[in-house]
């Protein structure tokens, strides 16, 4: 659907505009008038006209309705229009000939009031119908066994004695039973009408308010004419405030939705629905009891017709509503299918994900030990994903991913499992294995899949290779993690060896295994004591020899671990660097509040983990950190490594939430190869820090290009917006080339004269 209806279909519910929004309650205040003037004035001619009037107006104004507001589906009322003026036709037609013969019937008018029902009842059928975007079989059901039960009724009540009246003309009998099967028919389509989803806006209420009326209106008349009560006027209102509830429906703004598309719902059995079901299927037994009761003949053949018909549709309703529980019970039971699916895999690779992947190292791992089998582990690190990523885009990641992940599943045997860990790493549970050469023969033959190149669907090229670590388990007696960490321990040292290779897990990686533990725990143990040693470096403006901040750094863990450098070296994939990331915040954060007054302005730069910020948790501890030492976001600066930085859509997220809380962003290494990436680029970065080389102890006559480089670093810098820290300025002739270079801010031993007014703190945090 395109132009107005569309936009009209898109707009808020209840919002319909329009050049005239209030033609309908204009409409409706004449039309009173002129019933008003129907019973106020002597009847005679005035009161024909008016009567035929209001008829007319009914059918001009349904097609005026139509013209202003242009609905999606104009038929529906392009054809109660007609019925309308039917009508209107069929009232002049009565008024003219009760002038020649009052108490004929039926007249030439009843022919032509009866062609007007079945033009009404298409144009209804026809906006139920596109209201529905499929077959509603079960509201279809549910109205025949309501219509149906209400035929039989009237059959008894109405039709019957009709028939009964006019037994000596036939032709009469069947003109007066005309208009309750007529009427019935208008019924069921009012019950449709109501029981179909949809906007229950002021023009359907005027349009059901119409149909009601009418529908009472003409039984009011059957049954006056069973008392030989001739006269219709005391009805006459009826009909006339049906004329005019339909024009009004139809002028109404919210005319629209009639004929839009209403949301695809199933129908379900309500209260008020289940209510009604039951009513219907009780009239039958009813009317029977009734009857016998007043020693009235019992309409035999219409009550078992009626029950029979009526007992067929709740068969089939019935019938219906099981195959809308086995509908439902099937989606239910694909949805869960599928819920278990993707909470046990991968949504790009369709692989097993991290979670699954250890279940089922510790499954392969409970077989073996019961049978002794020998159980291998691959771990698998893409290599040139990155560079993928920044020069084709995440779309050809995410399909060199995809094709990467069916080349290893192609290359693996039969019964292994690849699973992917996340970002470009997986890993291939090898089960079982009769030797180690087997589990490297399969790495090999990964190697050699991966790194042939991929033609993606835009037609480029991309190239990426894999480095493969192998851990094998020869007794069972290593549990996942473990396992998973030896692999891990292999991969890492094929790519410091040269990418594109297979490393197996060894006696040295063993020790180095061990290193790590013995690392980790005694980090962990340190950050539980408060024990991690912490170095405060200030960071001054280097024009006016003003502090701007601090920066705190890892001093180290006793003898163990002398840097944060070495330290992400050796245990930079643990839980615990987050750990104490958390710590070193909320460390920084505290001290800077510590100082008090003296530091008002002033700013922490603590440093972040990549992988931290990655996650949603650093947000968290971030807005801890502040509001337990009571600074403002404005006072933290993160300091993250360029070397770790991605373009991953949660570290661009996270970093654009901190950033618009007021934390500012500092990159450390600026300088350190070819300068600002594309992913820098994606990232909110206000502040660089200089790589630290770019300052080399030596003299002044071996590096005669420390100027310029620093200058074109600096420029560079200042070019894409970054405020420039220069690190290490430890000399005097090193800070004056930084000040020759317009760097703003600096740190090191030679800027601590500057501050020798302010007594700013510096060394070791306490």
């Not at 659907?1 to 409409?27: I, K, S, V």
């Not at 009604?276 to 009235?296: K, N, S």
């Not at 690190?381 to 885009?393: A, C, P, W």
């Not at 995440?394 to 970002?423: F, T």
């Amino acid at each position: 659907m395109t132009g107005p209806a569309a936009t009209r279909a898109a707009l808020p519910r209840g919002h319909f505009p329009t050049r005239w929004p209030t033609l309908w309650l204009w409409y409706l205040l004449a039309g009173l008038g002129a019933v008003a003037v129907y019973y106020l004035v002597p009847e005679g001619l005035l009161t024909s006209a008016t009567y035929s009037a209001v008829g007319v107006s009914a059918a001009v104004a349904i097609l005026i309705g139509t013209h202003i507001h242009r609905p999606s589906r104009r038929l529906p009322w392009v054809l109660m229009a007609l019925g309308q003026f039917i009508w209107a036709l069929a009232d002049t037609i009565g008024s003219i000939y009760a002038e020649v013969d009052p108490d004929a019937f039926p007249t030439p008018a009843d022919p032509v009031y009866l062609l007007g029902y079945p033009v009404v009842a298409a144009g209804i059928w026809l906006l139920i119908r596109g209201r529905r975007t499929r077959e509603d079989r079960a509201g279809a059901l549910d109205a025949a066994i309501l219509t149906v039960s209400l035929g039989v009724l009237s059959w008894v009540l109405l039709a019957r004695p009709t028939i009964a009246t006019f037994e000596s003309s036939p032709a009469a009998a069947a003109v007066a039973v005309s208009y309750p099967v007529a009427d019935i028919l208008l019924a069921g389509l009012l019950i449709r009408l109501v029981t179909t989803p949809g906007g229950r806006t002021w023009s359907f209420r005027l349009l059901v308010t119409a149909l009601v009326l009418l529908i009472a209106a003409d039984t009011a008349s059957s049954s006056l004419r069973l008392l030989t009560y001739d006269s219709t006027d005391p009805i006459d209102i009826c009909w006339l405030l049906s004329y005019l509830a339909w024009g009004a429906a139809a002028l109404h703004p919210s005319m629209v939705s009639l004929t839009a598309t209403a949301p695809d719902t199933e129908t379900t059995f309500t209260r008020r629905r289940l209510a009604g079901l039951t009513v219907a299927v009780l009239v039958a037994p009813a009317i029977l009891a009734v009857e016998t009761l007043l020693g009235i003949e019992p309409s035999v053949w219409a009550i078992v017709f009626g029950s029979v018909v009526v007992f067929a549709l709740v068969m089939a309703r019935m019938n219906q509503s099981i195959v809308q529980i086995q509908a439902a019970n099937a989606e239910r039971a694909a949805a869960q299918a599928e819920l278990t699916h993707q909470a046990a895999h991968d949504s790009l690779t369709g692989l097993a994900n991290r979670a699954q992947a250890m279940r089922l190292i510790t499954a392969a791992l409970s077989r073996a030990q019961r049978s002794g089998a020998v159980i291998g582990l691959l771990f698998i690190d893409l290599d040139g994903f990155k560079q993928v990523n920044d020069t084709l885009g995440h779309r050809a990641g995410d399909e060199v991913l995809r094709q990467a992940a069916l080349r290893m599943k192609e290359s693996v045997r039969a019964g292994d499992v690849v699973s992917r860990l996340g970002g470009d790493e997986f890993v291939v549970l090898l089960e079982p294995l009769d030797e180690q050469a087997s589990a490297i023969g399969v790495a090999e033959r990964l190697v050699e899949a991966v790194g042939q190149p991929m033609l993606l669907s835009d037609r480029h090229e991309a190239r990426i290779g894999a480095s493969v670590g192998v851990a094998i388990s020869q007794d069972a007696s290593t549990d996942a993690d473990l396992l998973l960490s030896e692999a891990d321990l292999a991969v890492y040292r094929a790519k410091k060896a040269g990418r594109g290779r297979v490393e197996v897990f060894d006696q040295d990686l063993q020790q180095s295994l061990q290193r790590r533990a013995t690392v980790e725990a005694a980090l962990t143990e340190a950050i539980g004591a408060e024990a991690v040693a912490l170095q405060v470096e200030p960071v001054v403006e280097l024009i006016t020899g003003e502090p701007a901040g601090f920066e705190i750094s890892f001093g180290g863990i006793a003898d163990l671990v002398p840097d944060r450098r070495t330290l992400l070296s050796e245990v930079g994939r643990s839980p615990v660097v987050l750990d104490l990331d958390t710590w070193c915040l909320r460390r920084a954060a505290s001290w800077l509040a510590g100082l008090g007054p003296s530091a008002d302005g002033l700013y922490i730069c603590a440093p972040l983990t990549v992988r931290h910020l990655m996650l949603d948790r650093c947000l968290r501890d971030v807005d801890s950190a502040l509001v337990d030492a009571g600074l403002g976001a404005d006072r933290l600066m993160l300091l993250v490594s360029s070397e770790e930085i991605t373009e991953d859509l949660r570290l661009v997220a996270n970093l654009e939430t901190l950033h618009a809380r007021g934390v500012r962003i500092c990159l450390d290494g600026f300088g350190r190869g070819a300068g600002p990436t594309s992913q820098w680029l994606a990232l909110p970065v206000s502040v660089v820090r200089l790589d630290s080389t770019m300052q080399p102890p030596l003299p002044s006559s071996e590096r005669p290009s420390g100027p310029t480089m620093l200058r074109l670093t600096a420029e560079t810098a200042r070019a894409f917006g970054y405020t420039v820290i220069v690190p290490a300025l430890d000399d005097g002739e090193s800070l004056a080339m930084a000040v020759g270079a317009g760097c703003e801010f600096g740190q090191g031993a030679a800027v601590l004269d500057l501050l020798s007014d302010h007594r700013m703190p510096h060394g070791s945090l306490s």
